[in-house]
């Protein structure tokens, strides 16, 4: 798996060093058997007496005070070993994710992707520290066990390791189901997880409606699926650690068995019997723990192969493959028969034309649903455009990077997302070493201005996550002040002021003449008035232009247009009433 071959190359120096630490102390712990059995054969009428013994006996609790510091320096190296391979993958996946297009996360739900990012990673941290700790450990003590175990006694070795070919089938036919329950179990957690944060992102709608007893029931049951999984792993994982610890008393049966026989023959001293089952005893923890190592290995590489799915995915969009530095743009759009649709749907825009100098403010008008917000948003290289269907400049988006895209166009959403920060940074987002003097002109121009002497602690106070401090108008002037701080050469409103009230959209308006003067705008709106001063109007319907010209060749059209703007007079006029 590539992943665990790049960990492994990354972190060598550390593996390798915990590794010949490793090798060390199980060398130091299979040569304390070799001591007792000296010491024991020492007491023997064939011994050089009680002195010999004591002094092995002291030699045994100096290695055991040198085993022990060798240990905890082996550890150390390993496990900070895999502490710095998870740290490494954790922040190789977010840069990643943030590297992804739209159609990303419009496929995957945020639940999923953090359950990957945060249990899945635990997951590879228990792999590659106390897994890979414990698989080393044991392919040591197996190696050189058996080997000083064939030296005393080849039969007695046989006997002992007879009932391990059963432990291998065993194993064999259990691990699968392991790691397919894990599977199942990561499944299910991401399932709670994407709920989780469901309901904490929507948390007032669930009020609003009372839904606090349907959802808690209906979390319920996702946790009621994720603790049936997590106990059938369990089952599986417990069965292996059970045929393990079976199987060891097996072994140490016959050892005692056969192994009696032979110091009662006297082909073999009790010195050497005793230092036998104390390899055996060795090895039987560590064939108890395989049972464990197998469950955590299986886990482990389950969550590995879903991580390097998200790791593989790769952006649609043509200019994110580009490492050129791009061209500054100069605010010129060009719409050649734009024809658009989602992934797997029809087409949500149709033959757009349009040709927009630089310095001119193009309004766009019309129904719910028509293609309005979509049009907007392939301004700012959100979604994959066919090639020749749109160029900044006379050059194709697709030969442009993302990146040069996005500096020069700011696109300010109807619904806008604020990070829970003070006022500042959230206004700074695009331009982080601002001024504070630019951060309060930017917000002058928005209107915002004014309402910050309330404010507790004015363009330092935080607002919270979401922004949930902030009333929906706030929001959205400190979107635009956002905007308008990142000085763009096209600006682009969907009906970004939809939620403040007309004589502040009028202030904003006013307020931002002198800004579209020098600069490409396009303007969404529900409002009709908003885009009266827009040098050209579009009536998008069914995805098609309808109309297009000015305020006074749309009128004078008696369309779709002044079909719109004669009754949001007459709304107005009922208003005022």
Not at 168 to 194: D, F, K, P, Y
Not at 335 to 346: I, S
Not at 349 to 360: A, K, N, R, Y
Request: aromatic share 6%; glycine share 10%; charged share 20%.
């Amino acid at each position: 798996m590539r992943l665990v071959r790049e960990a492994l190359r990354t972190r060598r120096l550390e593996l390798l060093i915990g590794t010949l630490l490793l090798v060390a102390t199980n060398g130091l712990t299979l040569w304390v058997p070799h001591l007792l059995k000296e010491a024991i054969d020492a007491l023997g009428p064939e011994g050089a007496g009680a002195m010999r013994a004591t002094r092995l006996a002291y030699g045994i609790g100096a290695l055991a005070i040198l085993l022990a510091a060798i240990r905890i320096a082996s550890r150390l190296y390993i496990l900070g070993a895999s502490r710095r391979i998870v740290a490494e993958l954790r922040e190789r996946l977010f840069a990643h994710l943030e590297t992804l297009p739209a159609s990303f996360y419009a496929r995957r739900r945020t639940g999923e992707i953090m359950s990957r990012a945060v249990n899945d990673l635990m997951l590879v941290r228990s792999l590659f520290g106390p897994g890979l700790l414990n698989l080393v450990n044991v392919a040591i003590l197996y190696t050189a066990g058996l080997a000083l175990m064939l030296a005393l006694d080849p039969w007695l070795t046989a006997a002992a390791v007879l009932p391990y070919p059963l432990l291998l089938l065993g194993v064999r036919r259990v691990s699968s189901t392991i790691h397919q329950r894990s599977n199942a179990a990561q499944e299910a957690l991401a399932e709670i997880s994407n709920k989780t944060q469901e309901n904490l992102s929507g948390i007032q709608q669930v009020k609003a409606y009372a839904r606090e007893v349907a959802e808690t029931t209906s979390f319920g049951r996702l946790n009621a699926v994720y603790r049936s999984r997590n106990l059938a792993l369990a089952r599986s994982r417990g069965l292996i650690v059970t045929l393990m610890g079976c199987l060891g008393a097996a072994s140490t049966l016959a050892v005692v068995a056969v192994g009696g026989r032979h110091v009662v023959e006297g082909t073999m001293t009790l010195g050497g019997f005793v230092a036998f089952t104390s390899y055996l005893a060795i090895l039987t923890g560590p064939t108890i723990m395989m049972g464990w190592v197998l469950g955590v290995f299986q886990r482990g590489m389950g969550a590995l192969r879903r991580l390097e799915e998200i790791l593989d995915e790769r952006s649609d969009l043509p200019g994110d493959a580009l490492e050129t530095p791009g061209p500054a743009l100069s605010g010129r759009v060009t719409f050649r028969d734009l024809t658009f649709a989602y992934p797997g749907g029809t087409p949500v825009l149709s033959g757009i034309d349009l040709d927009v100098e630089p310095g001119t403010t193009v309004g766009i008008v019309g129904r719910v649903g028509c293609g309005k917000s979509t049009l907007l948003s392939l301004l700012g290289a959100v979604h994959p455009v066919p090639r020749g269907m749109l160029s900044f400049d006379g050059q194709d988006l697709n030969d442009l990077p993302t990146d040069a895209v996005r500096a020069g166009v700011a696109l300010v959403p109807q619904e806008t997302f604020l990070f829970s920060r003070t006022l500042a940074e959230n206004i700074a987002l695009g331009k982080p070493d601002a001024a504070p003097e630019e951060i309060e002109s930017a917000a002058r121009v928005a209107q915002l201005h004014r309402d910050v002497d309330a404010f507790p602690d004015r363009y330092a106070t935080r607002v919270g996550e979401r922004g949930v401090t902030l009333s929906g108008g706030q929001r959205q002037r400190v979107a635009l002040a956002r905007a308008l701080l990142m000085d763009p050469r096209v600006l682009v409103l969907d009906d970004a002021l939809s939620s403040v009230d007309a004589d502040t959209e009028e202030a904003i308006l006013r307020g931002l003449r002198e800004f579209m003067r020098r600069r490409t705008t396009f303007i969404v709106s529900h409002r009709v008035s908003t885009v009266l001063s827009a040098d050209r109007i579009l009536v998008l319907d069914g995805g098609r232009v309808a109309e297009s010209g000015t305020v006074g060749e749309l009128l004078a059209k008696g369309g779709l247009f002044a079909d719109l703007h004669r009754r949001q007079q007459i709304e107005r006029e009922m208003e005022a009433l």
